[in-house]
C-alpha cells in the first residue's frame, strides 16, 4: 500500500460547490499548465530586491528580533546526512511518513487532480523534495487539507511537520512559527469579471473584494477602506462567491488568481502585482534543526534544477518564463 494519504481536517470548512462550479473546477484542473487569453501577466517583484545580509544572532539558537523577516537558518555545512540524527527529523523517520498541512483547491500550487485524485502542484512539489530528502522516498507523505487560517494552528500544535500552501514569510508570523529561506516571490492582484473596467483595486470602491481569512491578502485590504472587504475560508470559496454574484472582485497572490481563472473563463486578472509575497515553508519555531535540513533541501533543488522543473511544469505558462530563484538568507545563525 502506497504510504501516501490523504486527509480532510481544518477549524474552517468551505461550503458545498455549486455544480456549475464543480463543472469549471474540473475543467480547469483539466487545463492546468494552459495559459489563459484573459491572464494579463506582468513580471513578478525581483527576489534579488530582498535583502541578502541581517544582523548576526547570539546565538544560532537564538533568533535575532526581526530585522529581516526572510532570515531563516543556515543549512549545515556538512549536508543533511549528519541531521538525521535529530529528534526534529528522526522522530519523522521513525513515525515513516512526513505530515504536511496543504491546500487541495488551489490549482497550480496545491489542488486535487480530479482524474487521479492526488493532490499535486508547486508547493506540493517541495514537500515531497523534503520527503525524499529523508527516507530516499518523495511518497512517504501524509497530505492534511488545510485552510489558510489553519496553517498557524496546525504548527503551533505539532499536528503537522511542515506547511507547504502559499504562505508568505513576515515578522507577525516569526514570532508565532518558523519558516525555510524564501522559496518563491508572488505579488498580490485581484480578479474582477472579463467586463470589467478596473484596472486595480483603486477602481473598486464600494464594490465586496474576497480573499480568505487569516491571509495576508485580507490584510492588505485595510489600505483600501473605500473596498468592501469580504473574507471567506478559502480562494475557492471566493471563487463560488464570485460566480454567484455574491463578491464583486477577488485577491489574492497572482500564483492564485492564475489558477482561478483557468477554472473560470468569465473572469480576468488585472493590474501590476502591488505588494510582494515572499513565499516560505513553514514549521514550528522550537524545530529549528528541521527548518536547517529543510533549507539544504531547497537549496540543493535550486542547485540541481529541481526547482526549476516544477516551476516550468506547474506555473511557466501562467506566470512566463522562470525567474532566478529567491536567493536564501541565513541571517537567523
Known sequence: MSALRIRRTGRARSSRLTLGVVVVTLFGALLAGCSSSVYETTALPSPSAAPTTAAPSASPTSPPACANPLASYAPPPAGFKGMLQSPDISNIEKRGRLIVGVSADTLLLGARNPISGKVEGFDIDMAHLVAKAIFGDANKLELRVITAA??????????????????????????????????????????????????????????????????????????????????????????????????????GDDTVLAGLVAQDPYAKVVGKAFTSEPYGLGMNKEHTDLIRFVNYVLAQAEADGSWKASYDKWLAAALGPAPAPPVANYGRG
Open 150 to 251: 489553519d496553517r498557524i494552528p496546525v504548527l503551533q500544535d505539532k499536528s503537522v511537520d511542515l506547511v507547504a500552501r502559499n504562505m508568505t514569510i513576515n515578522c507577525a508570523r516569526w514570532a508565532q512559527i518558523g519558516f525555510s529561506a524564501e522559496y518563491y516571490r508572488s505579488g498580490q492582484k485581484v480578479l474582477v469579471p472579463l467586463d470589467s473596467t478596473a484596472t486595480s483595486l483603486a477602481d473598486l470602491a464600494g464594490k465586496r473584494v474576497c480573499a480568505p481569512a487569516g491571509s495576508t491578502s485580507l490584510d492588505k485590504l485595510k489600505d483600501f477602506p473605500k473596498v468592501i472587504a469580504v473574507s471567506a475560508p478559502t480562494h475557492t470559496e471566493c471563487l463560488v462567491r464570485f460566480q454567484q454574484a455574491a463578491v464583486d472582485a477577488i485577491t
